[in-house]
């Protein structure tokens, strides 16, 4: 059963940094996910604990809107949460990543059909069937659309993965990929990263690396204001941040 999403007050409650993986047809391997390989495509976005699918789907679609096929209705994005296996954290060697589902978002068009679609397109002046508008595409979402990060037991230093599949050639959605039983483990891949490696996964707030002065791999620094907040912190719950707010969240792509 999902954890009850808290609530967050975003005007005052200082964001964190989520890296949001992307990639078309499939999801990436956990071991690509290692620091001593190259980050696979990102968006770096600062956001809450109450951040929904629907939300992570906008921000990814809006910065890349070249993700969406064309037409775009019946494209499935599907989301899946990667994190450092702990529970053998003091045994030598590499760390292992972990994965499980969060859920899937399918780019709905009501009852309008793909003639439909192209009549429009006439009508317009579109000969070639341009895409559709990305934020008309937005306002159609079905599915996890409300799932939030919170409601996984999402911890701060998390990963989220998306794949976007396209819809089959006779405009059926794409099925969702086959669920994962129980938390699928990558193989071994490198450290951690960061400076001392990872603590304990149930004290919840430690990423990889050091928070306060938070480099993700591919991006820029994220320099926080006043680093991790002392105490213990049990699985998913979301401590105090610095008094300070950022704000409104934002996505950055890599190299932004």
Not at 2 to 7: E, I, L, S
Not at 106 to 111: E, M, Q, R, T
Request: charged share 20%; glycine share 16%.
């Amino acid at each position: 059963m999902a954890a009850p999403t808290p609530k967050v007050d975003r005007q005052t409650t200082t964001p964190f940094l989520l890296k949001l993986f992307y990639r078309s047809g499939t999801f990436h391997r956990l071991e690509e996910f290692s620091p001593n390989t190259q980050s696979p495509p990102h968006l770096q976005i600062y956001t809450w604990p109450t951040c929904t699918l629907k939300e992570l789907t906008h921000l990814l679609l809006t910065a890349l809107p070249s993700l969406l096929p064309s037409p775009a209705v019946g494209t499935r994005l599907a989301f899946r949460l990667v994190f450092p296996d702990t529970k053998d954290a003091n045994r030598p060697g590499p760390g292992r990543y972990l994965a499980k589902e969060l859920g899937s978002i399918i780019v709905g068009a009501g009852n309008a059909t793909y003639e439909d679609l192209d009549a429009a397109d006439a009508r317009n002046g579109n000969e070639n069937g341009a895409k559709e508008d990305v934020r008309e595409v937005l306002s159609r979402l079905e599915g996890d659309a409300d799932k939030s990060l919170a409601s996984v037991r999402f911890v701060i230093g998390d990963y989220v993965s998306c794949a976007v599949f396209p819809p089959l050639p006779g405009g059926e959605v794409a099925a969702a990929p086959p669920p994962l039983s129980a938390p699928f483990r990558g193989p071994p891949g490198g450290g951690y990263g960061g400076r001392g490696g990872m603590g304990p996964r149930e004290n919840g707030f430690g990423g990889r690396g050091d928070y306060g002065g938070f480099r993700g791999r591919g991006g820029p620094r994220f320099e926080g204001r006043g680093g991790v907040p002392s105490g213990e912190w049990r699985r998913g719950e979301v401590p105090q941040g610095p008094p300070q707010g950022f704000g409104r969240g934002r996505g950055r792509g890599r190299g932004w």
